[in-house]
C-alpha cells in the first residue's frame, strides 16, 4: 500500500478555516479581513485599516459565514469577526454581495456626489467601489443633509459634507498622533466628525488623516486645486528634515514638486509621515532661491555664467594656502560631503565641518548609528530620554516610543523643559541645563554603585563623591532588569555646552545596566557625512573653532546663520573672510550682503545622491524634480570646481564614480576625553535653546503652509512665573534680553528657575549667546 501524504501540521496558536473554498491556516483570534488579504482575496472596506484599531463603523466588508455547517442569520463585519477553526467564509456569494451593495446604498446617500471638483477625484476609495458595488441611479430622492466645514489650520483642508463617519481620522489622531484633537459629535444621522471646539490640528502628524481618509472631507490644503491625480508623476524620495529618513512619494507635474505622501517602509516611517516632510515642498520655490551663478565685482554681486563663476572662485581658493574651512548644512549628501572634504583637503586643510549646532568638541563627537534600531525601540520595555523633545525632533521616533509606552514600557526624561510628551512618563527631571547634567551624573553613580567602574578616569573622579540618591537608584535598576531598555540622548543634551560629560556618562550608564545606546544625530544626514569624512581627522579646526577664529577663505554649504548654534558669530566670520564662497539653494539678503561668489545648487528631491539614517541604513534616491533656472547638483558643480584647481580625484563623470570612491576611504572615530565642565556665571539667567520645529533648515523656514502653523510660533522668552514676578514681567510684557534683543514673555512653570527658554531658529534671536550661556533680563 502506497504512502499517503500527510495533512501539514497547524502550527499552535493557528486555525484552518476556508475563504471562498480556499483552506488556509492562520493565527488564532485574528480578523477574517486580516486572513483575507494575506491571501489576495480582497473585502472591500472604508473603516478598516491595519495600522488602526478596529471600529467596524462603515459595514463595507459583509461576508457571508458558516461554524459547523450553520450560517450565521445574518452577513457579519470581516474587519470585527475573529476567526475559528472550521469556520468557512464566502466573500462573493449571492448573500454577501447584497449587503455590500446595501451598505454603498446607504453611504451615497447624504454624499453631494461632487467628484468633478473633488481633490482626492481618481484616488478615492468611495469612486473605486461605487462603481463595483453602487446602484446606477439612487432611489434616496430627499433633500441630502450638508455639514459646515470646520477649519483646521493651514495644513488639512475639510469638505465634511463628503464624510461617511469611517473615523479613521479620529483613530489617527488618537492612537498614531495621541492629540486625541477630532472626535464624533451627534448621534445617528447627526453624526459629525469635527474638534468641537474648532480650534487648528496642534499635532506634527496632522497630515496624515488625509492618507487614511477614504473620500475628500479631508485634503491636503496647500495642494488643493493645482492638479488632478492623472496628472502626476509618483517619483520615489525621502525626507530630509530629521534624520529619519522618511520614505515618500514625491507627486510631481512636469518636473515641480506638488505634493508628498507617504510610501510604506515599516522599518523606518511605517505608513506614515511627518508634517514637515509632507508640507515643505513649496519652498522649492521661494521667492530667494538661487538660480545663477553670481560673483562679486567692484562691490556688486552680479550674474554669471558657470564657467566664469568657476573660473573666479578657483582662482581665489588656489590663494589659500591651507587656510580654507567649510561649514556643511548635514542635509547635504553623502556624494556632496565627500566631494566637498576632498576638495578643502586637497586645498591643504582640514578644516570641515557639517557639526554646525554642536558647541563641544572635547570628545570628538562621531555621528554613529542607534544601538537599538527604530523599529526595535516599540519593543522596548525600559527607556530613559535624556534631553529629548522627540515630538520635534524626529515625530516619527516619537511615535514608536507611544506604541512602547502602549504595550507597557517605562520612559524616564531628564530635560531642561517639561516638554509636551503625549504619552505618560514614568518619572522625570526638569532641571537647569547645569543640574540637568548634575541628575545624569547621578545615574552614573547609581550605576557605579552596582559594581561596574567607567573606562573614563575624568568620570570616575566626577562621580566619585557623589550621593545618587533614591530616584537615580530605582531609574538604574529598571533598566537593568528590563529585557530590552535604551538610553536616548537627544538636541538639549547633543547640543549642550557640556555634551561630552552627557555623552560620556549616558553611555556608561547604558553599559553599565545592558542597554542600548542610541544618540540622535542632528540634521537629515550627519551620520552619512561622518562617514564620508566632513568633519576634521587630524589638526582641522572644527565649527565652533571656525566661527571663533574664521578662516580666510571660507566656504558655506547649503548653510545659513540660522543653521548654526551662533548666528551672529557665523555672520561675523562670513562678514570678515577674504573671500566667502556660498554653495548653496537660497540667495538670502546675509548671503548677498557678504558673498564673494555664489554657486546654486538643488536640495535633495532635485538631485541624484544617498542618504544614511539614524540607523545606518543608507538609502539612494534620483532627481525627482528639476532644478530651477540654472542650478546645478552639488556634486557636479564640486567635481568641476575641483578640475579647475588641478586636485586630484575630480576625473570622475558618474555618480557612481564618487560612491566608489567613498567605499574605498571611511574614516572611523577618535574618542576623548571630556573637557572641564563649564559652569554658567551665579546670579544670571541661562539661556535654554532649543531648535523650533519647523525652522530647523533653510528649507522649513520658507515653508509658507508650516509657517503659518500654530506650532510655529514667533520668537519669545519663557520664564518660570516667579523669576518673571521677580522682573515685574507678566505674560506679553516685553524683556529686553542681552541689552540688545526685546522679546515677548511667555510664562510657564513647563520652564524651571533661573532659566529663559528662547527657541533658536529666528531672526529675531540671532545676536543673543547660544544654549547654555548666560542672559541678563529685564524689563523692557
Not at 496628472?231 to 520615489?236: K, S, T
Not at 522596548?380 to 515630538?391: D, K
Request: one cysteine or more.
Amino acid at each position: 500500500m502506497s504512502a499517503q501524504p500527510a495533512a501539514p501540521a497547524v502550527p499552535p496558536d493557528h486555525v484552518t478555516i476556508e475563504i471562498d473554498g480556499r483552506s488556509m491556516v492562520v493565527p488564532k483570534n485574528s480578523m477574517i479581513i486580516a486572513a483575507a488579504d494575506k491571501a489576495g482575496i480582497a473585502i472591500p472596506r472604508f473603516c478598516y485599516h491595519e495600522k488602526l484599531p478596529i471600529a467596524a463603523n462603515c459595514r463595507m466588508c459583509m461576508v457571508e459565514v458558516e461554524m459547523g455547517g450553520k450560517p450565521m442569520p445574518k452577513p457579519q463585519p470581516a474587519c470585527a469577526t475573529p476567526v475559528a477553526d472550521g469556520m468557512k467564509i464566502q466573500t462573493q456569494s449571492q448573500r454577501a454581495l447584497s449587503a455590500q451593495r446595501n451598505v454603498m446604498e446607504f453611504l451615497l446617500i447624504n454624499h453631494p456626489l461632487d467628484c468633478p471638483i473633488c481633490d482626492q477625484g481618481g484616488e478615492c476609495e468611495l469612486q473605486d467601489l461605487s462603481m463595483g458595488y453602487g446602484r446606477s441611479v439612487s432611489r434616496f430622492v430627499e433633500r441630502k443633509r450638508t455639514i459646515p466645514d470646520e477649519d483646521l489650520g493651514p495644513l488639512v483642508e475639510t469638505e465634511m459634507t463628503r464624510c461617511i463617519q469611517c473615523t479613521r481620522c479620529v483613530r489617527v489622531m488618537s492612537e498614531v498622533a495621541g492629540t486625541y484633537e477630532l472626535g464624533g459629535m451627534e448621534r445617528g444621522e447627526r453624526l459629525q466628525i469635527g474638534t468641537y471646539v474648532g480650534k487648528p490640528l496642534m499635532s506634527e502628524l496632522s497630515g496624515n488623516v488625509i492618507d487614511v481618509c477614504p473620500v475628500g472631507a479631508l485634503t491636503n490644503k496647500p495642494f488643493r486645486f493645482k492638479a488632478r491625480a492623472w496628472e502626476l508623476i509618483a517619483r520615489e524620495s525621502i525626507g530630509y528634515h530629521d534624520a529619519l529618513g522618511s520614505n515618500l512619494w514625491l507627486h510631481t507635474r512636469r518636473g515641480e514638486a506638488l505634493r508628498a505622501v507617504p510610501r510604506d517602509a515599516e522599518s523606518i516611517n511605517e505608513c506614515w509621515l511627518s508634517d514637515r516632510d509632507r508640507y515643505s515642498n513649496d519652498a522649492l520655490r521661494a521667492p530667494d532661491r538661487a538660480t545663477r551663478p553670481m560673483i562679486r565685482r567692484n562691490g556688486e554681486l552680479v550674474e554669471a555664467s558657470w564657467a566664469e563663476a568657476l573660473a573666479f572662485v578657483a582662482d581665489h581658493l588656489r590663494t589659500a594656502r591651507g587656510d580654507v574651512g567649510a561649514l556643511v548644512a548635514p542635509l547635504a549628501s553623502n556624494e556632496e560631503g565627500h566631494l566637498l572634504a576632498r576638495l578643502v583637503r586637497g586645498l591643504g586643510s582640514d578644516s570641515i565641518d557639517h557639526r554646525l549646532r554642536t558647541q563641544d568638541f572635547s570628545d570628538a563627537p562621531f555621528a554613529a548609528p542607534f544601538q537599538m534600531p527604530v523599529a526595535e525601540i516599540e519593543k522596548a520595555r525600559t527607556i530613559l530620554l535624556v534631553g529629548c523633545n522627540p515630538r520635534h525632533e524626529v515625530p516619527l521616533l516619537n511615535h514608536r516610543l507611544r506604541k512602547a509606552v502602549k504595550g507597557g514600557a517605562r520612559v524616564y526624561a531628564i530635560n531642561p523643559v517639561d516638554f509636551d510628551f503625549n504619552f505618560e512618563l514614568a518619572g522625570k527631571t526638569v532641571a537647569t541645563p547645569s543640574a540637568m547634567l548634575d541628575a545624569v551624573l547621578a545615574l552614573a553613580k547609581a550605576s557605579n554603585d552596582l559594581g561596574h567602574l567607567p573606562e573614563s578616569s575624568a568620570l570616575a573622579q566626577a562621580i566619585g563623591g557623589l550621593d545618587a540618591g533614591a530616584t537615580a537608584q530605582g531609574w538604574v535598576a529598571q533598566l537593568r532588569d528590563s529585557a530590552a531598555s535604551v538610553v536616548i540622548l537627544g538636541e538639549s543634551a547633543v547640543q549642550h555646552p557640556n555634551a561630552a560629560w552627557l555623552r560620556a556618562a549616558a553611555r556608561f550608564v547604558a553599559k553599565a545596566t545592558g542597554s542600548a545606546y542610541d544618540e540622535i544625530p542632528n540634521g537629515a544626514n550627519a551620520v552619512g557625512l561622518a562617514r564620508a569624512g566632513a568633519q576634521p581627522q587630524a589638526s582641522g579646526r572644527d565649527a565652533a573653532a571656525m566661527l571663533v577664529k574664521p578662516p580666510k577663505q571660507l566656504i558655506v554649504y547649503q548653510a545659513g546663520s540660522q543653521d548654526t548654534g551662533a548666528p551672529a558669530a557665523f555672520d561675523q566670520a562670513r562678514s570678515g573672510a577674504d573671500f566667502y564662497v556660498y554653495v548653496g539653494a537660497y540667495a538670502c539678503e546675509g548671503v548677498k550682503r557678504t558673498a564673494h561668489a555664489v554657486l546654486p545648487i538643488g536640495l535633495p528631491p532635485e538631485i541624484d545622491g544617498s542618504y544614511t539614517n539614524l540607523d545606518g541604513i543608507t538609502q539612494v534616491v534620483s532627481a525627482a524634480t528639476k532644478l530651477p533656472g540654472d542650478a546645478r547638483p552639488g556634486w557636479k558643480v564640486l567635481r568641476a570646481l575641483g578640475s579647475a584647481l588641478s586636485l586630484d580625484g575630480f576625473g570622475f563623470t558618474e555618480i557612481d564614480e564618487v560612491r566608489a570612491q567613498m567605499r574605498e576611504a571611511a574614516p572611523h572615530a577618535d574618542t576623548a576625553a571630556p573637557a572641564p565642565r563649564k559652569e554658567p556665571a551665579a546670579g544670571r539667567f541661562v539661556r535654554i535653546a532649543t531648535t523650533a520645529v519647523y525652522r530647523a533648515d533653510a528649507v522649513l523656514r520658507r515653508s509658507p503652509a508650516l509657517q503659518a502653523h500654530p506650532l510655529s510660533r514667533p520668537a519669545g522668552v519663557v520664564l518660570h512665573p516667579e523669576d518673571a514676578l521677580a522682573l515685574g514681567l507678566g505674560a506679553g510684557a516685553n524683556a529686553k534680553v542681552s541689552s540688545s534683543v526685546v522679546l515677548p514673555v511667555e510664562v510657564s512653570t513647563r520652564v524651571p528657575r533661573g532659566a529663559a527658554w528662547i527657541e533658536a531658529g529666528h531672526v529675531a534671536t540671532a545676536a543673543l549667546p547660544p544654549y547654555g550661556a548666560t542672559l541678563d533680563i529685564v524689563k523692557a
